[in-house]
């Protein structure tokens, strides 16, 4: 990491030779007034020797030598401001490029970018960097927002035309109203109810403003709920829970820890091999690590990486059902970092998927007598 004085030369460079650039024009004109006068008086009293008359009279300038002031002064001007104009579109050019991007990204052109021109002017390269910065993770954002709507609308699809088929096809006669097309039709719309409310926390969550309602909660009884709750569902996926809980209190918004298990429980059921699925709950001495194991396949390298992604999902070849929104492990790791924790996917040694939820301890308050 640079030191605190490191940068500072470099950021200095512009001011510097712009100081170096004005004294180099003053001393040129002043070399140019200086030494030129001399020249042309050598010449003069070379070629044109003065008139014999009193000395004192050679001390008072005459009309010829305010001339010969004038045109040095004149020539001095001239390369001042040549060497003015070379400076300034030094500085200027970079900075011309940084405005014409910056009205191209006003109008909509977020691939716009300025060009850093000559480099040895440290502020101005920096200035043109953090812009060309700026302008890339703003495309980066507005690119993600569109594939966040594309990706929304794809979930937000199926559902509501299975809904609109249904509902019209009940309205024309269609359909005969029984509990079956009832039951169909609520499933759809409890599955827009867990997209929508998924959306909600991944999105609160990356706009930091997911509210938890911190209390000391006994964590073990929350995963015992939840697998509770989710245990037929296991079953039916041939999936045998097994329980390790060593008790803990940790300050904690219960509900959203139940419902970061159940999201990691729901994604067993759907890819995870019949067998064991074990269910630890791990005080450590700075965190409570709330841990889902179970015996495969696990996770590719490739998928692994981008696991806990929104709208990414495993191998649809290896789901035993249909559907699913992408949304669960985004809204797991979304839990975790609320309670300033995170999530993490590790392959077990038997070829399974391990994931961790750590959530960092906090001192619980002795109750008041």
């Given at each position: 990491?640079?030191?605190?004085?490191?940068?500072?030369?470099?950021?200095?460079?512009?001011?510097?030779?712009?100081?170096m650039?004005m004294g180099?024009?003053?001393?040129?004109?002043?070399?140019i007034?200086?030494?030129g006068?001399?020249?042309?008086y050598?010449?003069?009293?070379?070629?044109?020797?003065?008139?014999?008359?009193?000395?004192?009279?050679?001390?008072?300038p005459?009309?010829?030598?305010?001339?010969?002031?004038?045109?040095?002064?004149?020539?001095?001007?001239?390369?001042?401001v040549?060497?003015?104009?070379?400076?300034?579109?030094?500085?200027l050019?970079?900075?011309?490029?940084?405005?014409?991007?910056?009205?191209?990204?006003?109008?909509?052109?977020?691939?716009?970018?300025?060009?850093?021109?000559?480099?040895?002017?440290?502020?101005?390269?920096?200035?043109?960097?953090?812009?060309?910065?700026?302008?890339?993770?703003?495309?980066?954002?507005?690119?993600?927002?569109?594939?966040?709507?594309?990706?929304?609308a794809?979930?937000?699809?199926?559902?509501?035309?299975?809904?609109?088929?249904?509902?019209?096809?009940?309205?024309?006669?269609?359909?005969?109203?029984?509990?079956?097309l009832f039951?169909?039709l609520?499933?759809q719309?409890e599955?827009?109810?867990?997209?929508?409310?998924?959306?909600r926390?991944?999105?609160?969550?990356?706009?930091?403003?997911?509210?938890?309602?911190?209390?000391?909660?006994?964590i073990?009884?929350?995963?015992?709920?939840?697998?509770?709750?989710?245990?037929?569902?296991?079953e039916?996926?041939?999936?045998?829970?097994?329980?390790?809980?060593?008790?803990?209190?940790l300050?904690?918004?219960?509900?959203?820890?139940?419902?970061?298990?159940?999201?990691?429980?729901?994604?067993?059921?759907?890819?995870?091999?019949?067998?064991?699925?074990?269910?630890?709950?791990?005080?450590?001495?700075?965190?409570?690590?709330?841990?889902?194991?179970?015996?495969?396949?696990?996770?590719?390298?490739?998928?692994?990486?981008?696991?806990?992604?929104?709208?990414t999902?495993?191998d649809?070849?290896?789901?035993?059902?249909?559907?699913?929104?992408g949304?669960?492990?985004?809204?797991?790791?979304?839990?975790?970092?609320?309670?300033?924790?995170?999530?993490?996917?590790?392959?077990?040694s038997?070829?399974?998927?391990?994931?961790?939820?750590?959530?960092?301890?906090?001192?619980?308050?002795?109750?008041?007598?």
């Amino acid at each position: 990491m640079p030191t605190p004085e490191g940068p500072m030369p470099q950021r200095g460079r512009l001011s510097r030779q712009i100081v170096m650039s004005m004294g180099l024009v003053a001393l040129i004109t002043t070399l140019i007034a200086f030494v030129g006068s001399f020249v042309i008086y050598g010449l003069l009293y070379t070629f044109l020797p003065p008139p014999p008359g009193p000395p004192e009279d050679m001390l008072i300038p005459q009309a010829p030598d305010y001339l010969i002031f004038a045109a040095l002064l004149l020539v001095a001007l001239i390369v001042a401001v040549i060497i003015a104009l070379r400076l300034a579109r030094r500085i200027l050019a970079p900075l011309n490029s940084l405005a014409e991007s910056a009205r191209r990204i006003a109008t909509g052109d977020l691939a716009a970018r300025a060009v850093p021109g000559d480099r040895s002017l440290g502020e101005t390269a920096h200035l043109v960097d953090d812009f060309n910065t700026m302008a890339m993770k703003l495309q980066d954002m507005a690119a993600d927002m569109a594939a966040w709507n594309a990706a929304i609308a794809h979930e937000l699809r199926t559902p509501l035309t299975i809904l609109k088929g249904r509902l019209q096809g009940l309205s024309d006669g269609v359909f005969e109203p029984h509990e079956a097309l009832f039951r169909g039709l609520l499933f759809q719309v409890e599955g827009l109810s867990r997209l929508v409310e998924d959306l909600r926390v991944v999105t609160l969550q990356d706009s930091g403003r997911l509210q938890m309602r911190i209390e000391p909660t006994e964590i073990g009884a929350e995963v015992e709920h939840a697998v509770d709750s989710i245990r037929p569902a296991l079953e039916e996926a041939g999936l045998r829970a097994e329980l390790r809980i060593v008790p803990v209190i940790l300050r904690c918004d219960g509900p959203r820890i139940r419902q970061a298990l159940l999201a990691l429980l729901d994604n067993a059921r759907r890819y995870a091999h019949p067998g064991r699925l074990r269910i630890d709950v791990e005080p450590r001495d700075t965190h409570v690590v709330l841990r889902v194991e179970d015996d495969g396949p696990g996770l590719t390298p490739e998928f692994a990486r981008h696991a806990f992604n929104p709208f990414t999902r495993g191998d649809a070849s290896r789901s035993r059902e249909s559907g699913g929104s992408g949304l669960g492990l985004s809204v797991v790791r979304a839990i975790a970092m609320a309670h300033g924790g995170d999530v993490r996917y590790v392959p077990s040694s038997a070829g399974g998927s391990i994931f961790e939820i750590d959530i960092p301890r906090a001192p619980v308050p002795e109750p008041e007598p």
